[in-house]
């Protein structure tokens, strides 16, 4: 079972910038698909982000399109998300989950959940 600390949320106004960690326990990190997602208060939570395995497949949800980058470094157990340009609908929890298939964005196909980090963007 991998185990994900979630790192970098903060305070930040509308157009600022922020980048999000996501460290793993497990040696066979290299072997999942990862992702991120986010909640607001009374919303559920939304996927923002994944990566394969091999970092070269990326998808996006379309409002963070242009504006967020993930990526992730296998020798360092390592996801991030870049995220630039921040709005304040941006402002929300953000977690990051192992994925089970590279494509799919359900959150009820991720699993080990992170303990999130708040990132809230002020207007």
């Known amino acids: 079972q991998v185990q994900l600390v979630e790192s970098g949320g903060g305070l930040v106004q509308a157009g600022g910038s922020l980048r999000l960690s996501c460290a793993a326990s497990?040696?066979?990190?290299?072997?999942?698909?990862m992702g991120w997602f986010r909640q607001a208060p009374g919303k559920e939570r939304e996927f923002v982000a994944a990566i394969s395995w091999s970092g070269i497949g990326t998808l996006y949800e379309d409002s963070v399109k242009g504006r967020f980058t993930i990526s992730r470094d296998n020798a360092k157990n390592t996801v991030y998300l870049q995220m630039n340009s921040l709005k304040p609908e941006d402002t929300a929890v953000y977690y990051c989950?192992?994925?089970?298939?590279?494509?799919?964005?359900?959150?009820?196909?991720?699993?080990?959940w992170g303990q999130g980090t708040q990132v809230t963007v002020s207007s």
């Open positions: 989950a192992r994925g089970a298939q590279w494509g799919d964005t359900d959150v009820r196909s991720f699993g080990s």
């Open positions: 497990a040696r066979t990190f290299s072997s999942y698909t």
